[in-house]
């Protein structure tokens, strides 16, 4: 319920209750003087025809004693009224009615109420000579009516309070609820729109004033800290940027600097690789035994420092080649990839099995180094088995898809895991698996790009299964 | 009483006479004692005036004298007003009966009832000197003429009274106007 229905209810329901118990007291209180108020009244009238049918009774005066009750109709609601002799004898009637009143006989003197009525005697006396009796009866429906007259004017007199209460509270809480309402706008305004400059306008010095002082307060403290963060994030970002544009200079340079590095470096290589072979084919007449040993050992040696440098131009390229994404099917792709390599693999028994793959959002020529990669890790690993058996899979997991290339080869101790992604690194000797050491770092930058996770997991001469990640949008 | 010392004569002559006229006297004397109903609604009546009427003060002796109640001539009324007295007071005033066979002896009055036919003068007399504050009370068709205060007077079988104010004025007692209202005023 809003502030100002509640105030306004607090206030009628006050008044009414106060005006309702009021009412109630003054009607019980006037209930109780008007029947006192009517005893007496008949009291009084008792003792004024008491008083004037003395000499009625004394003087055996029936017409006179008649005449002194027929004054009784100017009281409209004595209905009935009998004077008895000092025998106890009825000497005198009045009656408004026509049906024959039953009179009763003499009482004690007093009046009492009876059913809607008020009856009583009264002694007549003169002086101290007793001489009869008056009997007095009073209608109080008349006067009831009176009553019920004045509880309408009550019942109205509260209907037109209550108004009059309604209309003033209407006007009168609005010195408590407009600061409040202003207040609340505002905050609404504040919570809303975010905008923290807004200020709610203070009415009055009470809690309220108090109130919208703090409220503006913390308004400005806010605004205040807003500023600082905004400055503080603005430097932040601005610290970020000169670092990751430093960092991306260094990287450029680095990259550059191995670039050319390696792209010079095979130029010499070439020569020393061309003259070896020169020296094998033009002059193997004139080379013994050892010499031809000799030149054969720098061929090859050539020839592997060729392929390293081919990797490593292979590994700074890919730092600076951008991702083209597009969606591919990874089932068509990954097998795409197996039929190839297993063309040199046919005098094996090699067990090979593709699982569903889905279809994803990738670099094809970049993913398509990693599966080479892995795949042919796989087979050269498990060379040494009988029976060679290698699954490829994925699965679907919250926000991004997990491939895996499961063999049953050689594997590795996991102490050597963290050194497995790393440039150059290699856990099995040159002359047991060949190799540059720079096909996982490669997997590993490219799985890096598309913002995947790669890991391995391998037993000791029991197999190794590798995963790579790749979000899912 | 005459009629006592005749039965005292008769006493001597014969027992059975004497017995019969006992019998015939106790029914005359019954008769006399209880009074027509019309003499004992009077006898109430003028038991009454005594509270509607007041006297000067110098009409009593004391706060405790007793208020005169006085039958000059025959008694109609017998023991009846007697018994009907018994007790009643009028403003502290006890009442007393008093009976007198001529004007002369009539004295210290507050209220005298005249059975008899009296000239003005001998109503004068009364009403002079000790008897200033007398009310007179009669049945006499002409007593009012005479300066008489109440008289009584019959109606379809009613009793009801004729008030002369002068008379009462010149007496100087004061009726009750509830008294007078049932009353019908006359002057002389």
């Known amino acids: 319920m809003e502030i100002r229905k509640k105030l306004m209810m607090v206030i009628l329901l006050t008044c009414g209750a106060v005006l309702l118990l009021t009412s109630l007291t003054f009607a019980i209180s006037e209930f109780i003087t008007f029947r006192q108020t009517a005893k007496r009244q008949l009291a009084t009238l008792g003792e004024v025809i008491a008083a004037n049918s003395t000499a009625a009774l004394a003087f055996d005066s029936k017409e006179d004693a008649a005449e002194i009750l027929s004054a009784l109709k100017a009281e409209k609601h004595i209905v009935e009224a009998c004077l008895y002799d000092e025998n106890g004898n009825v000497f005198s009637l009045y009656q408004t009615g026509s049906a024959s009143p039953v009179f009763p006989a003499i009482g004690a003197e007093g009046y009492l109420f009876e059913d809607a009525h008020l009856v009583g005697f009264q002694k007549v006396f003169q002086d101290e000579k007793y001489l009869g009796m008056l009997y007095l009866k009073s209608d109080m429906n008349a006067m009831y009516d009176q009553l019920v007259v004045h509880g309408v004017i009550a019942s109205l007199a509260i209907i037109v309070s209550l108004l009059m209460a309604y209309l003033l509270s209407k006007k009168m809480q609005q010195s408590i609820s407009k600061p409040i309402l202003a207040l609340a706008e505002v905050a609404k305004i504040v919570s809303q729109q975010k905008d923290y400059s807004v200020r709610a306008t203070k009415v009055g010095q009470d809690e309220i004033g108090l109130l919208t002082d703090a409220f503006n307060q913390m308004l400005t403290q806010i605004q205040e800290q807003n500023i600082e963060i905004t400055s503080f994030n603005q430097k932040l970002e601005q610290s970020v940027q000169e670092r990751t544009n430093d960092l991306n200079r260094v990287n450029k340079e680095l990259e550059a600097f191995s670039y050319s590095v390696s792209h010079d470096l095979r130029a010499p290589l070439r020569s020393v690789n061309g003259y070896a072979q020169m020296l094998q084919e033009d002059h193997a007449d004139k080379l013994d035994k050892d010499g031809l040993r000799i030149t054969n050992v720098i061929i090859e040696s050539a020839k592997r420092m060729g392929k390293l440098i081919d990797d490593l131009l292979d590994f700074s390229r890919m730092g600076r080649q951008e991702i083209v994404k597009s969606t591919i099917n990874m089932d068509t792709f990954v097998k795409g990839v197996v039929d190839e390599l297993m063309e040199g693999e046919q005098e094996r028994h090699i067990n090979i099995v593709v699982h569903r793959l889905g279809v994803v959002s990738v670099d094809p020529n970049m993913i398509r180094q990693v599966w080479v990669n892995l795949i042919s890790n796989a087979l050269k690993y498990s060379r040494k088995k009988e029976n060679v058996y290698i699954e490829i899979g994925s699965t679907v997991q919250p926000g991004e898809i997990i491939y895996f290339v499961k063999d049953n080869g050689a594997g590795f101790n996991m102490d050597y895991a963290h050194k497995l992604f790393g440039v150059f690194q290699r856990l099995h000797k040159e002359s047991e698996f060949e190799g540059t050491g720079v096909g996982l770092a490669l997997s590993k930058r490219i799985i890096d790009r598309h913002r995947g996770r790669i890991w391995v997991d391998s037993k000791l001469n029991e197999g190794t299964t590798f995963f790579f990640s790749i979000p899912n949008q | ?188």
């Not at chain 2, 001539?73 to 008093?98: M, N, R, T, W, Y």
């Not at chain 2, 009976?99 to 005249?114: A, D, G, P, T, W």
């Not at chain 2, 002068?166 to 209202?181: F, P, V, Y």
């Open chain 2, 1 to 188: 009483m005459p009629v006592l010392k005749h039965i005292a004569y008769i006493q001597l002559k014969s027992k059975v006479k004497f017995i019969v006229f006992v019998f015939v006297c106790s029914v005359l004397l019954s008769a006399q004692i209880q009074p027509s109903r019309e003499y004992q609604i009077k006898a109430v009546f003028i038991l009454n005036f005594a509270q509607f009427i007041e006297w000067p003060a110098d009409a009593f002796s004391s706060a405790k004298a007793p208020l005169v109640i006085g039958i000059l001539g025959k008694d109609p009324f017998g023991q009846f007003l007697q018994d009907a007295i018994q007790g009643e007071k009028s403003k502290g005033h006890p009442l007393q009966v008093k009976r007198f066979s001529q004007v002369s002896e009539v004295k210290q009055c507050h209220i005298l009832f005249i059975n008899q036919t009296k000239s003005d003068q001998e109503l004068d007399v009364i009403t002079s000197s000790d008897n200033q504050h007398v009310l007179t009370i009669s049945d006499a068709t002409d007593f009012i003429q005479q300066g008489g205060i109440v008289r009584f007077v019959t109606e379809n079988n009613k009793i009801r009274f004729q008030i002369n104010l002068n008379a009462a004025r010149q007496n100087e007692i004061t009726i009750s106007s509830k008294l007078l209202r049932l009353a019908e005023i006359v002057n002389n």
